[in-house]
């Protein structure tokens, strides 16, 4: 049997308030596209394998678009520069377990940017990555939420951000 099979994944489990049961989280995502602003890139995660949106938790001492550009190098090796807040997510009804047990309720902010600098690569934190349209990224297994962040961007103006 392979050793791979018994590591645990993250996992989200929704139910009613079921948020409660863990510890608040603030996390940053970054949607950013190509140069043709017709696909986005995703990630696979190593955790999960499931593709998201570059992301990552927020730490203390930096604000949250230092957390958001820091995020994205250390999953993609890319530079990136802030371009709005497209929204903000703190669903009630979903809580992340973590393979070490932790359990958190995420609230977490969701950023349009641009790459600027670096080469695109994988790192410890992502086992692929790709630009993907809207219409690919629905048959991928997404990461809860991400394809409702990407939306939202789309859809929406946002917040600048200076």
């Keep these: 049997m392979d050793v791979g099979e018994f590591m645990a994944k993250t996992q989200v489990l929704l139910g009613d308030r079921i948020g409660k049961e863990g510890a608040v989280r603030l996390g940053c995502s970054a949607v950013i596209y190509d140069s043709a602003h017709e696909k986005i890139l995703l990630t696979q995660r190593t955790d999960n394998e499931q593709w998201c949106l570059p992301s990552g938790r927020h730490e203390a001492g930096e604000s949250v678009a230092e957390t958001c550009v ?12 802030i371009i709005r807040l497209s929204g903000v997510y703190s669903d009630p009804n979903k809580l992340v377990v973590y393979p070490d047990g932790n359990k958190v309720h995420i609230v977490a902010l969701n950023f349009e940017a ?16 790709g630009f993907y349209s809207i219409e690919e990224a629905r048959q991928l297994d997404m990461l809860a939420g991400h ?4 939306d939202d961007t789309n859809k929406q103006k946002g917040t600048l951000i200076k």
């Excluded at 790459?115 to 990555?129: P, V």
Aim: charged share 40%; net charge negative.
């Design 70 to 81: 820091r995020e994205v190098f250390e999953e993609t090796g890319a530079r990136i520069k």
């Design 114 to 129: 641009e790459i600027i600098d670096g080469e695109l690569g994988i790192s410890d934190e992502t086992l692929a990555w």
């Design 147 to 150: 394809l409702e962040r990407i």
